[in-house]
């Protein structure tokens, strides 16, 4: 993914990447890829990207062990998140991805768990993008560092959705309009 994100990007990384992390494995290896292109010259600039970690209220190790300056994570007794991907009480990564985030002079941030759905139908309405449950807790991420002032407008920042909602069933609310034959259809509504 990082060397993909750098090549899409052409050789300028973003100011910030922010990632739903369970097992932290893509955000690993993305910061792993960027300090390796870095060293190899191929980047524009030698300023890597902000790195942010993303979890759920429901299950949220890593940004507890980032509160707490702590290099491991506990895990996490009773995890519950609709965002199953996200949903890791004790990454086997812990500490890369706490280093990386540290590194970078990023953070690790909980998102609200009742939330998610409605940050998905928000990404879904503005986007048109089908957001699965951890990429709509990096929507609500954003949300949330605006406006505590962590990104500004002039950032270049990459939300990951690392999945489409047609996994996720259980997360998609839709109200269906009833029509009924003997009146005429309210299309605008619909």
């Not at 702590?70 to 199953?84: G, L, P, T, V």
């Not at 954003?142 to 270049?156: F, H, P, Q």
């Not at 069933?169 to 269906?176: L, T």
Request: aromatic letters at 6%.
């Amino acid at each position: 993914m990082g060397l993909e994100l750098a090549e899409q990007f052409e050789w300028k990384l973003p100011d910030v990447i922010v990632y739903p992390t369970g097992g932290g494995t893509g955000l690993i290896g993305m910061w792993k890829a960027f300090n390796e292109l870095r060293a190899l010259g191929w980047l524009e600039s030698d300023k890597l990207p902000r790195m942010v970690s993303v979890q759920s209220t429901g299950c949220a190790p890593i940004v507890k062990a980032f509160e707490s300056g702590q290099r491991f994570a506990e895990k996490h007794e009773n995890a519950e998140s609709i965002a199953r991907g996200i949903r890791v009480p004790a990454a086997v990564g812990d500490f890369m991805i706490l280093d990386a985030v540290n590194d970078s002079g990023g953070l690790a941030i909980s998102v609200d768990e009742e939330q998610i759905c409605e940050w998905m139908s928000l990404a879904n309405r503005l986007e048109g993008i089908s957001v699965c449950p951890e990429g709509a807790a990096c929507v609500g991420a954003v949300e949330k560092l605006v406006t505590a002032g962590e990104i500004s407008d002039n950032e270049d920042v990459v939300i990951f959705n690392t999945g489409g909602i047609q996994k996720y069933v259980e997360a998609m609310r839709v109200e269906v309009p009833r029509l009924s034959k003997d009146e005429t259809v309210d299309w605008d509504r619909i």
